[in-house]
């Protein structure tokens, strides 16, 4: 049986590897925590709302921490256990198994980046499970192999509470057992002076005063979330806003693209944000 790597070439949007950023990591009170936790500690988990930096910021610690970019795995409800392991795969008339996102890491020296944790079901975790005790080598429950884990070999995930929670609940005694295995940072929603350095490390070039205009907006919508307690706006939409800006769009075209929808998987929230659209905007189109 031959073993590749190559699965994660396939057009399969759940696992990447994003190139080296070219952006400067803004820093902030929480990150001297978090690399300190991430030297000391196998599996981290980065977790607050949205919007406050998490990926980014976890991300450059893998990176920073053993010199190569982190496989990513996107979290969704509907990630499955292969999606971590690998799954066998038809080459050339060949049945091969092919390494996702644990594995290749785990092959290849690198870290592993797990997006919204929360969303990933329980029982796909429990793959997690061997690595909580600082063993040597990973067993593949599929293949039976015992595949290495390099010293240097870190899994860093964020969630935000909301959806952790909801995951927790259906399955408390399994969630319990993978959170104990993480060593948990709490990431605070940056303040607004820490958001506007962040804006302007992305975009240096950018008139101030659309940055203040963003952030205004940014304060604003934002409130929506946190009446209904639902997952909303990050720091893109800040520099979504600006750049719309720049561009040449009039502020209400704007913000209705880099705000307003940004509530539209929920009607009421919708609503909500464009009732608070109509009254703070002129209507420029």
């Given amino acids: 049986m031959k073993v590749t ?8 949007k759940k696992h990447a590897s994003h190139p080296t950023r070219s952006t400067a990591l803004v820093e902030l009170p929480w990150h001297s925590v978090a690399r300190t936790v991430i030297s000391t500690s196998r599996m981290t988990l980065l977790i607050g709302e949205p919007g406050c930096g998490k990926t980014e910021a976890g991300q450059h610690f893998l990176t920073q921490f053993n010199g190569h970019e982190p496989v990513v795995l996107n979290g969704t409800p509907e990630t499955e256990r292969q999606d971590f392991l690998g799954t066998f795969l038809l080459v050339g008339g060949e049945s091969q198994f092919s390494d996702f996102s644990l594995t290749r890491a785990l092959r290849e020296g690198r870290s592993l980046l797990i997006n919204e944790l929360g969303q990933v079901p329980v029982e796909t975790l429990v793959t997690l499970l061997p690595l909580r005790d600082g063993r040597s080598t990973y067993s593949h429950p599929i293949t039976s192999e015992d595949i290495p884990v390099p010293d240097d070999f870190r899994i860093v995930a964020t969630a935000n509470p909301q959806s952790l929670e909801m995951s927790c609940r259906r399955a408390t005694e ?6 104990e295995g993480f060593s948990i940072i709490e990431v605070p929603v940056p303040t607004t002076e820490q958001l506007q350095a962040i804006v302007h490390s992305h975009l240096p070039d950018a008139d101030s005063d659309l940055i203040s205009s963003g952030l205004a907006h940014w304060e604003m919508y934002r409130g929506i ?6 997952s909303g706006l990050s720091v893109r939409s800040i520099l979504e806003y600006v750049r719309l800006r720049t561009g040449g769009l009039k502020n209400s075209s704007a913000t209705r693209i880099a705000f307003v929808n940004k509530f539209i998987y929920d009607s ?14 002129s209507g420029d189109q």
Avoid at 5 to 12: G, I
Avoid at 174 to 179: E, P
Avoid at 271 to 278: D, M, N, T
Wanted: proline fraction near 0%.
């Fill in 5 to 12: 790597s190559n699965a994660l070439k396939l057009n399969n």
């Fill in 174 to 179: 399994s969630a319990k057992a993978i959170l």
């Fill in 225 to 230: 979330k946190q009446e209904r307690s639902v």
């Fill in 268 to 281: 009421d929230l919708h609503s909500s944000a464009a009732l608070r659209w109509s009254m703070n905007t």
